[in-house]
């Protein structure tokens, strides 16, 4: 952003910068998971800046493969896959937009790796196929971890309402899309100081959050909220049902037959 603009403070900043890193090295430690359960999560943040001219925003985001199907898990061993810290596309006028339009953008990308990791799994499939995956959420579980509560009220919403900006109102039902799919499998709204990408939006944060996801471990010390669109509440229900009775009629067979 100031590439083309600098100052000396710039430089400086550069500087103190580069000697932090460099009394700090780390690196990315990729636990083994005991068994082949996992989903993707997506922690999603955006840092916003009112400015009288120019309005730019910055989205950050982590990329997680994690162990277990538990969305909701406080503590999880994790893979960082992929992550990103950069400009927004769109100008924002206001947090609201900041952290919607990150969500959005974080979501296409995780999309995308989620495929990665379902041809990984389940070696490749015909373009129709994965079509069809990506329409109706085929591919590994994924979930979007957010700390925008605003955003993630609006989300929650029976009936999505029409934001102050308007133009975000199809941005809020891509997302509600996304889950009524069962694409994103949960919407997770998580405690500001658990927020593991704020490390990639700002630069005064702490970043023992990230060194921890680079170790392979993922901790929310604080209550969080998880909401799933109701229609998928009820195809998940309907599953676990007709496991347990073919469950119930596999053991009375059994029993039947002893």
């Known amino acids: 952003r100031h590439s083309a603009k600098s100052q000396i403070h710039h430089v400086r900043k550069a500087n103190k910068l580069l000697c932090w890193m460099q009394k700090r090295p780390k690196r990315l430690f990729y636990p083994q998971f005991p068994d082949l359960k996992d989903h993707l999560r997506i922690i999603s943040d955006a840092a916003f800046k009112r400015e009288p001219e120019d309005g730019y925003s910055l989205r ?3 990329f997680l493969r994690c162990h277990g199907d538990t969305h909701d898990g406080k503590l999880a061993q994790a893979h960082v896959i ?3 810290s ?3 596309k769109h ?3 206001s947090t609201f937009a900041a952290e919607l339009l990150g969500a959005c953008a974080s979501t296409d990308r995780g999309i995308l790796i989620s495929q990665m990791l379902y041809e990984i799994k389940h070696v490749r499939h015909t373009a129709a196929e994965m079509r069809d995956k990506r329409m109706y959420g085929g591919f590994v579980p994924t979930s979007l971890y957010i700390d925008a509560k605003s955003v993630y009220s609006a989300l ?7 934001p102050a900006d308007c133009s975000l109102l199809t941005h809020l039902h891509y997302l509600n899309e996304q889950l009524q799919h069962g694409v994103l499998k949960h919407i997770v709204w998580i405690d500001t100081r ?3 990408a704020d490390g990639l939006t700002k630069g005064t944060v702490d970043r023992n959050a990230l060194g921890q996801a680079m170790d392979g471990i993922i901790k929310f010390d604080h209550p969080l909220e998880s909401h799933q669109h109701p229609l998928q509440e009820r195809q998940d229900s309907n599953a676990v049902n007709y496991v347990l009775c073919n469950s119930m009629t596999e053991i009375e067979a059994v029993s039947y037959t002893h």
Not at 156 to 162: D, G, S
């Open 86 to 88: 950069r400009s927004q």
């Open 82 to 84: 992929d992550w990103v």
């Open 194 to 196: 658990d927020m593991y």
């Open 156 to 162: 929650c919403a029976t009936f999505i309402k029409t």
């Open 91 to 93: 100008v924002c006028r």
């Open 60 to 62: 950050g985001a982590l």
